[in-house]
């Protein structure tokens, strides 16, 4: 049970802020916000979901990871704006602290530099050194697989999802890519990659139910949420997830396991 | 020059005829090979319709608005040119003209009721010239297919101030609702009843800004998804009043439902043999549509009484015991296996919910595919609320091209993973949750996606157990 504090039985607690999450929830983000909730109570860990909407301010001390989804056209115009207006600085200030930033879809194009649309070039957040320009031509649709190593260790691990994008995003020279596309599109359809990070900043087009069909990956989130190392956290009865996580790279066309 | 329009309709014949000896569907093959010898056959055929064509869209309740239309048109004494089987692109509707049509002219039909993709409509309407077009609601659905619901309000918009159809339209969705603007005559519907008003939104909600100025709308009462009272405080804009709507709703679990009606002509009560609020949405559809084509009150009423379950829809089946398969020593009586079709977020919760209504722990086989009638994307389990029935499950097997995915889902809702089964094969997940009963003669209900559900219709005529539909 957690104490007065929201505190776990474990002594821990994350702190997420979901993002216009109103907004910006359009293909089922808050499956990835259903997944860190649940998965940090079986462990003990206290868990606390703020939000952040339009024209509301935001504390970068007051949570260790904060999410960003995708949403329609017009939607994400208007988060784009607030974003630039109440809450750059204080995402900036979160990321240097250390806090995760994850954003997904739309909200990897909003972490960028730019988006843009036509004539009009909307300025991003600026967290992750890309550009992204929309093609109206055709948009960038399937089941996606790529494979990542998130602690330079070498060893590569699978991320499996859904893309369906009309922007193309390119990686300044510097900016590390979040990983090699198996199968997919990835930023651009043409490079190869897909995603960026820049430390516990992420960005992905791999969209939705990320964390569902990856829960190892949640778990990675938290760890580095919390300053841990993702064995630190206490093991869980991953049977059904682990056949999600084969299943939904059946589907892209890669063998998992 | 000579009309080879004949010659083009017989070799089409001939086409159909061909695809049903090999086996094959042919609910749209037809009206594709004639599109393609005679493009304009679509208008040419629906021209000779002497009381012209009605359209029905919307993301939710197509097939079964149209069955209630139907019903309540048949008993008007009208024939009718109806794509019934649900073929609702311009092949299928092609098809069922086809079928009407006589060689030279004329065709065995007055009025032609088409239910229509929302991709398609702008075409069709284009090329039938509708005498009416009844707009139902627009719902997050294949976003990978469809794209953003933003964007095919504004096609729809764009096509219907070309024409001079009369539309019918339900003023409780605001997506929908806006369309109207610049219509004077729009018909609309909707309901008003206090009771039925959920204390907030679902988690999945769409159009929850102004269409005209982007401030936030202001809810007085939702009943559905975002279907409900709203007004923009911003700019003013606010709800259209309907002209037929419901009050007094009575929901009675999976079995039924009833209303009081109100319409120009009067009020009535109706009875719907269908379950849950959002038939009670599509009779007001028909009902408003209907009242629109100056269709008597009583007619409406008798019609939509009548009209029972499209397949699929709130269908019902009686299961042979050991799926048809003689076992000695089993003295089970049959089982009911409850079809209700479930294929995005809006129409997810509403069976859920109605799901709920009904006492007791629930049995459930819930069937994900990822075909391309599906959507290939399966995020949106993510945005239907399974939470309402997680406590009420006392087995569930998980089916279909994506059932460990559904699995998950079904866990994170609340789900005890000992109550959850995996079998992705149709055929023994069906045997295998029809065999795993409870005391008592509890139904398992059948979620099926759309592509499943055509396979579990296809598995239960090969067992016998359902008569082969649309035959």
Known sequence: ?257 | MPDTLPVKLALARGVGALARLRGGGATSIPGKVLMRLAPGAIGTLGARLSRGSVLISATNGKTTTAAMAASIFERAGLPLVHNQAGANMAGGIATSLLAAAHMRAGIDAQLGLFEVDEMWLASLARELEPRAILLGNLFRDQLDRYGELDAIAERWATVLREGSSQLVLNADDPLIADIGREHADAVYFGLDDASLSLSGMAHAVDAKHCRRCGAPYVFDAVYLGHLGHYHCPSCGQQRPTPSVSATEVRLEGVRSGRFTLHTPAGEADVLLALPGLYNVYNALAAAALATALEIPLQIIVEGLASTRAAFGRAETVLLAPNGGQPVEGTPASPRQLRIMLVKNPAGANEVLRTLALEPGQHDLLSVLNDNIADGRDVSWIWDADFELLAGRIRQVTCSGTRAPELAVRLKYAGVDPARIRVQPDLARALREAAADRPDGDAPLYALPTYTAMLSLRDLLVARGEASSAWA
């Not at chain 1, 070498?154 to 859904?162: D, H, N, R, S, T």
Request: hydrophobic share 40%; net charge negative; charged share 25%.
């Open chain 1, 1 to 257: 049970m957690p104490d007065a504090e929201g505190v776990g039985a474990s002594g821990r607690r994350l702190r997420v802020c979901a993002l216009y999450p109103d907004l910006l929830n359009i293909y089922a983000d808050r499956g990835n916000l259903l997944l860190l909730e649940r998965r940090c109570s079986w462990r003990g860990i206290g868990f606390e979901l703020a939000s952040s909407g339009l024209g509301e301010p935001l504390d970068a001390d007051a949570h260790e990871l904060f999410y960003l989804g995708g949403g329609q056209d017009r939607d994400q115009l208007l988060c784009a704006q607030d974003l630039i207006e109440t809450k750059r600085s204080g995402l900036h200030a979160a990321a240097t602290r250390g806090a995760v930033v994850l954003g997904v879809c739309g909200g990897y194009q909003l972490l960028g530099r730019s988006y843009t649309l036509g004539r009009e070039r909307i300025e991003g957040v600026g967290l992750l050194d890309v550009e992204t320009v929309r093609e109206d031509a055709h948009r960038l649709i399937g089941n996606i697989a790529i494979e990542v190593s998130l602690d330079h260790t070498g060893g590569a691990e699978l991320l499996v999802g859904f893309e369906n994008h009309g922007g193309r995003t390119r990686l300044s020279p510097g900016q590390d890519a979040l990983g090699r596309v198996l199968k997919g599109h990835g930023n651009d359809g043409r490079s190869g990659m897909e995603g960026a990070r820049s430390g516990n900043t992420i960005g992905t087009y791999l969209h939705g139910p990320l964390l569902p069909k990856n829960t190892w990956f949640a778990d990675w989130l938290i760890a580095r949420a919390l300053g841990l190392q993702p064995h630190e956290l206490a093991p869980l009865d991953d049977t059904l997830e682990r056949a999600a996580h084969a299943n939904a790279g059946r589907a892209a066309g890669v063998q998992v396991g």
